[in-house]
């Protein structure tokens, strides 16, 4: 594959991590589909205008129907290679900063609702369903990261 493409910045995009508390001091994460099928949550690019949490929080609507408190300090970020899409013709580096959205409404009916799946899953395993490694690493820190608010 060439590798001149990597000589671009990466594109930067903004990813929700929405989750829910469940029973005594677990919580459970939001996953979604992917347009190909995999499992992910809520991301994708930042209109102009938009800070990263105003387009995660945007993106957590869109793609997944969700609304609730959004984290404005990013949990963490990961990169990948986009294909298809917007990025049609060539792989595209994205940079995806993670913020963590505290679920308050799930809706019925939302825009992607009509070809995209959801799905809750205990926040402990959440990383065994995605297919993104660096997606993956930011699931395994959320357990932690939530405690560490709980005791804040």
């Known amino acids: 594959m060439p590798t001149a493409w990597l000589a671009s910045p990466p594109v930067p995009q903004a990813a929700a991590l929405c989750f829910r508390p469940v029973r005594s001091r677990r919580s459970e994460v ?18 102009p205008g938009h800070s990263p949490p105003q387009a995660a929080a945007l993106e957590a609507l869109e793609e997944a129907g969700v609304r609730g408190q959004l984290v404005n300090e990013p949990l963490g970020s990961f990169d990948y290679t986009k294909r298809g899409g917007w990025a049609s013709g060539r792989p595209t580096l994205c940079r995806v900063e993670v ?5 308050e409404d799930l809706l019925d009916d939302w ?24 997606l993956a690493h930011v699931l395994r820190t959320f ?10």
Do not use: C, M, Y
Not at 99 to 103: M, T
Not at 114 to 122: D, L, Q, T
């Open 30 to 47: 939001l996953l979604i589909t992917s347009r190909n099928g995999d499992w992910a949550i809520p991301k994708g690019r930042i209109d």
């Open 99 to 103: 913020f963590p959205l505290l679920v």
């Open 111 to 134: 825009d992607e609702g009509k070809f995209r799946k959801r799905r809750w899953v205990p926040s402990s395993r959440a990383h065994a369903e995605v297919s993104q490694p660096g």
């Open 143 to 152: 357990p932690a990261w939530l405690r560490s608010i709980r005791t804040a």
